[in-house]
């Protein structure tokens, strides 16, 4: 049997007013982070919208586990974002990033809009299994930039797709089979532009009883110039 050891942090960070981040572990096997945008109050809302419409859907355990069914709550989230926004000019054009994962029989799956990101640590090599939706990442794809430049385009915040912002809404899902060992992370951008991949790596494989806190506490000390959250998912296979 995988036995699961879950740690998750927020914070604010050191330059914005309000977190407009948001996260949840829906018990027994959901994991959902959101990274709000549009403004102050609004993104708040829009990131807080899409955490309850998981909870409203898979806190029952009996609801099926799947790609689709993750598929049809992130875009059923979309219209209610779209809905409330046309409702109340003070939050028009909110909308939010999601990166939820679910591990049920042995099976990992995942969904994924924006540049919140979900990673696997296994065998000591750290993977990201999600591909962000930005402009500078449609720029490394074309070979236009180099990471090193992409790190420091000035507009490397720009999103390409998110939660809330159009009616048709494409959302990348997956799966895999979880091993013993495997560990998870789901966190939005303010973590990934503060701190790198090696010290996410490292971090996840040291000794910290609580990895998530660890991670948001290195995007601090480097600047926190945006809010930070991260969910870690600890897989280990006892007797």
């Known amino acids: 049997m995988i036995f699961l050891k879950v740690s998750r942090a927020t914070d604010r960070g050191r330059v914005r007013e309000i ?123 074309q070979g236009s930039i180099t990471k090193e430049e992409a790190e420091r385009h000035p507009k490397k915040n720009l999103l390409t797709r998110a939660v809330g912002v159009e009616e048709n809404l494409t959302v990348d899902t997956g799966r895999f089979i979880i091993e013993a060992g495997d560990v998870f992370l789901l966190c939005s951008d303010g973590l990934t532009n503060m701190v790198k991949e090696a010290a996410i790596c490292e971090t996840l494989q040291g000794e910290s009883a609580d990895k998530a806190r660890r991670l948001v506490e290195l995007a601090l000390s480097a600047g926190g110039f945006d809010n930070i959250t991260a969910i870690v998912v600890e897989c280990d296979e006892r007797a």
């Open 19 to 141: 977190n407009e981040d948001a996260c949840a572990f829906i018990p027994p096997d959901t994991y959902v982070v959101a990274d709000g945008m549009g403004g102050y109050a609004a993104g708040e809302v829009a990131s807080a919208m899409l955490i309850d419409s998981f909870r409203e859907s898979f806190s029952d355990a009996g609801r099926e586990r799947s790609e689709e069914s993750l598929r049809h709550v992130v875009q059923a989230a979309n219209r209610r974002i779209l809905r409330e926004a046309a409702a109340n000019a003070a939050q028009n054009g909110m909308g939010t990033t999601v990166v939820a994962l679910q591990c049920a029989d042995g099976t990992a799956y995942w969904a994924h809009v924006g540049d919140s990101r979900l990673y696997l640590l296994r065998a000591g090599e750290l993977k990201c299994l999600t591909h962000d939706h930005s402009f500078v990442q449609d720029l490394l794809d």
